[in-house]
């Protein structure tokens, strides 16, 4: 590795926290509830973005949005029961928190659900910052989560590594001039997620440590 890292920025869903079954199930009640369909797979492909675009793309019209996305965190909580960590997750967050690294969460998911699930998985003392949907105006893959959390963490874009699911992840985190990392259990596939370039790849965050220990 051609210079240290010295903090990490991790997406939150698909990444940390297995939270497909529980958007599927939403986002399904959401729909019918507005007279749309959107193919599950189609909704895997969009996680990461923001629930504004994933309506959008799903034909709700532009002055339904708005109320979708408030029915949308409505309804979100009635699956809570769905969410857990990935294996590996817990003991790669321990291991980097232990070893005094700098921790930030930057995720498309609205704020007060994000603290309320990172507070429910009991991670969020290993973390210095938690950004969500609100705590920027430019979304992923803008730069805007990166350079955020950069300022917050006092660490230059450059020595941060993103670590994240998505191409849009991957991008945000070229677009800040961060270094990235893909994993590939989440919503994008490796050969997706290879498209992006990600300067390293993961199939499982337990190797994280080993990693950055290099």
């Known amino acids: 590795m051609s210079e240290p890292i010295d903090a990490v920025a991790f997406d939150f ?51 339904a949005i708005e109320r979708a ?29 232990a070893a005094g690294m700098p921790l930030g969460i930057v995720s498309s998911r609205g704020r007060v659900s994000l603290l309320d699930l990172v507070e429910r998985l009991e991670i969020g003392p290993l973390f210095r910052e938690v950004l969500g949907d609100e705590d920027v105006v430019g979304k992923k893959p803008a730069p805007d989560f990166v350079l955020r959390l950069s300022e917050r963490l006092g660490v230059p874009p450059a020595r941060m590594l993103v670590v994240g699911d998505t191409t849009y992840d991957i991008e945000m985190g070229h677009a800040a ?7 590939t259990y989440g919503s994008h596939d490796a050969l997706r997620l290879a498209s992006a370039q990600p300067t390293f790849a993961l199939d499982s965050l337990a190797d994280l440590y080993r990693l950055l220990s290099r």
């Open 69 to 97: 996305v408030v029915r949308y965190r409505e309804i979100f909580p009635g699956n809570l029961a769905r969410v857990v960590l990935f294996p590996g997750v817990l003991e790669c967050l321990r291991e980097l928190s």
């Open 177 to 183: 001039g961060a270094r990235t990392c893909a994993v």
């Open 13 to 63: 869903d698909g990444t940390l926290a297995d939270t497909h079954h529980a958007i599927q199930a939403t986002m399904a009640q959401t729909f019918a509830d507005f007279g749309v369909e959107l193919a599950p797979e189609r909704v895997t492909a969009m996680i990461g973005l923001t629930l504004h675009c994933v309506f959008a793309e799903a034909g709700i019209a532009p002055d």
